[in-house]
């Protein structure tokens, strides 16, 4: 199975690609002097935490910008560009082997101009960059390294490299730009895809339908039916692919085997170790098949997005069990994730304060006795199966439990309720004494990620009649609205009152698709009007006769335009925006802004029908266009 970028693993090692046109070059080394004038790091103090966390690096980091590229004009030099997160792990990784080591550092400075990006504040770059790796190599993933030509073409990119490997492949690359620098540029300007032609049937519903049936069988055939999910490798929840896999069997007829697959998922994602039994949240994926072994990140994208399946799972297969998971994600949002303007932070990092990853989520079974009453640790050490080896080094435990409440009180010979209200202390003494433990936060409130957390809690608050899942709606709504909404444009976060990164098609998307999701709870006139504004601005910047633009022009020539864009970690944002532009343009009886979402529609058809499963989204878009259009 090929699996999306978003489940490519990281902390890959360098490989030359057959074919890629200047593989021979990667052969010779040779040595010559490159003058540096002086630079310093830009970055302490940074309003993003993660590339504040960079401020100290011995490499002088650049912050990203025209003047960037200017310089490396000047000084004849390549751009080195490193792309990561606040809660990425093998970017923490990185800087302590490779970016806090003088003599990498070194060498950084004197023959590249480095700069480092944060990608919650630069998707549309980070996208670019994602491609161009994954079009040298069968994976991608952060952190994310590029070099770039000083007029903005790629001309290599690699993931993790160990300290050894990666100076040498900074001494290569230097050389060889000092050699023949001319050739190096040409071969960059060739690496562009290739544009894709539009391709544009009519959408209708037959077309449609076949495309969702193929969608179900392509779920069935690479679903994991031993652990659940989809896919052999390391486990993502795949949350917009999910979504859709719920509409079409909501749909169309309840076909059991598509029911099996989906809640085989559910199940163990809400059972094993993607999921924190204790604290509450999803973590980002698993690093195996049986989804025993996360990674420690807690994005807001997928608590949001996961909230809602199980909201919505519950209901459709009659499922409890689905149903408090959802109220229990949303508590964990709420409580962890929201601030008092109303708006949500990004991230958790995988990393505690000390550097240890998973630090504060693991707990070793000394402290547990030390914690807990004798009775409470016999209990626990029941339930999470304390008695068994520990998967990780250090021999400490991640609470997941392996036995039920009702085999676990059979066992001590107690009354199920009591075993409950004992497990129940002892959790929130853990959680208690966890607080101290808890993972830094990266703070930023990015617009997309908060339209996406408003599009859930209102759809749960339609759904459930919940006035505490409206309020915390509206307060995002009033945060995107009135901070990040500004003189008829889209701010992507604040620092200050000042705008942190430009809005890119991400956040147009997900805050149009938030603010169409709060109108439908209000039946409010006013909210489509204001949902309908920001979908129609965001086509304006981001559409074009040739596909779709991830950001509103950009520095860095590659991949410009895309007839379609998949899915990922969260919902394609213009399959998003096209299915806002849909349900607007339907209330408000507007057939402009529906012939224009269908035309965008059928100029990716072909790339729709290519692979509908990585498409989830767009499909669901287009069969509700397609209805729009029969009416």
């Given at each position: ?6 489940s490519k ?5 360098m ?13 010779i ?5 490159a ?24 490499v ?33 990784v ?42 040298l190599r ?37 050389d ?42 392509y779920?069935?055939?690479v679903?994991d ?89 519950g ?5 409890d069990?689905?149903?408090?998971v ?15 303007d ?28 030390k ?22 080094e ?106 942190l ?5 991400q ?102 029908e ?6 989830a ?15």
């Open positions: 199975m090929v699996i999306p970028h978003h693993s990281v902390g890959t090692t490989k030359i690609p057959p074919g890629f046109a200047h593989a021979a070059f990667w052969l080394l040779l040595t010559a002097p003058h540096s004038a002086e630079l310093a790091n830009e970055l302490n103090n940074h309003p993003s935490p993660y590339l504040a966390l960079h401020g100290n690096d011995p002088a980091w650049q912050d990203w910008g025209p003047d960037v590229l200017e310089r490396a004009r000047k000084e004849n030099k390549l751009v080195f560009l490193s792309i990561g997160y606040f809660s990425c792990h093998w970017c923490h990185m800087q302590r082997e490779s970016y806090k080591n003088p003599e990498i550092a070194a060498v950084l400075n004197r023959y590249f101009i480095p700069v480092k990006i944060d990608r919650e504040l630069e998707p549309a770059l980070d996208g670019k960059m994602m491609d161009f790796v994954q079009s069968d994976s991608g993933g952060w952190p994310l390294n590029a070099f770039v030509t000083p007029d903005g073409y790629p001309v290599y990119a690699t993931l993790y490299e160990r300290p050894q490997r990666f100076l040498a492949l900074l001494q290569r690359l230097s060889l730009w000092q050699k023949d620098k001319q050739k190096i540029t040409t071969l960059a300007h060739t690496n562009l895809p290739a544009g894709k032609g539009p391709g544009s049937p009519q959408l209708d519903f037959k077309r449609v339908y076949r495309l969702h049936t193929r969608l179900g069988e779920a069935r055939s679903a039916e031993i652990h659940g999910g989809f896919g052999t490798s390391n486990k993502f929840p795949m949350e917009p692919e999910l979504a859709e896999l719920l509409t079409i069997y909501q749909r169309f007829d309840h076909e059991a085997l598509l029911g099996d697959a989906i809640t085989k998922a559910l199940d163990a994602m809400m059972n094993k170790a993607l999921r924190d039994h204790l604290n509450g949240g999803f973590f980002r994926y698993t690093t195996d098949p049986d989804w025993s072994t996360p990674h420690f990140e807690k994005m807001l994208y997928n608590n949001a997005q996961l909230a809602l399946l199980y909201l919505r799972a209901k459709l297969f009659d499922r069990d689905y149903t408090r959802a109220h229990e994600t949303y508590r964990f949002m709420i409580d962890n994730m929201r601030r008092p109303g708006a949500f932070i990004g991230a958790f990092s995988a990393v505690d304060e000390n550097g240890k990853e998973g630090g504060g989520y693991l707990w070793q079974k000394d402290e547990l006795k914690r807990l009453t004798p009775e409470q640790y016999r209990l626990i050490e029941l339930i999470w199966g304390l008695e068994d080896p520990s998967q990780f250090s021999g400490a435990y991640l609470p997941v439990p392996v036995k039920n409440m009702e085999e676990a009180a059979k066992n001590l010979g107690m009354d199920p309720k009591q075993a409950q209200a004992l497990y129940s202390e002892a959790a929130e003494k853990l959680r208690q004494i966890g607080k101290s433990k808890q993972h830094p936060a990266d703070t930023k409130k990015l617009a997309g990620w908060n339209g996406l957390a408003l599009a859930s809690f209102a759809e749960a608050a339609r759904r459930t009649g919940n006035k505490e899942y409206q309020a915390v709606a509206r307060g995002i709504r009033n945060y995107l609205v009135e901070q990040l909404w500004r003189n008829g444009e889209l701010m992507r976060a604040l620092n200050k009152g000042k705008p990164g430009q809005a890119s098609l956040d147009y998307g997900f805050v149009a698709w938030g603010l169409m999701q709060w109108a439908m709870l209000t039946d409010d006139t006013s909210d489509f009007e204001l949902a309908r504004k920001i979908a129609n601005r965001g086509y304006e910047k981001f559409y074009t006769a040739s596909g779709w633009r991830m950001d509103d022009g950009g520095l860095i020539h590659y991949g410009q335009t895309r007839d379609a864009i998949e899915d990922g970690a969260m919902p394609s944002p213009s399959a998003l925006l096209l299915l806002a532009m849909t349900r607007i343009g339907n209330h408000l009886d507007d057939d402009k802004l529906l012939e224009k979402a269908g035309a965008a529609l059928n100029s990716g058809w072909k790339t729709l290519s692979n509908p499963f990585y498409f989204t767009r499909l669901e878009a287009a069969y509700v266009n397609a209805g729009s259009s029969a009416r």
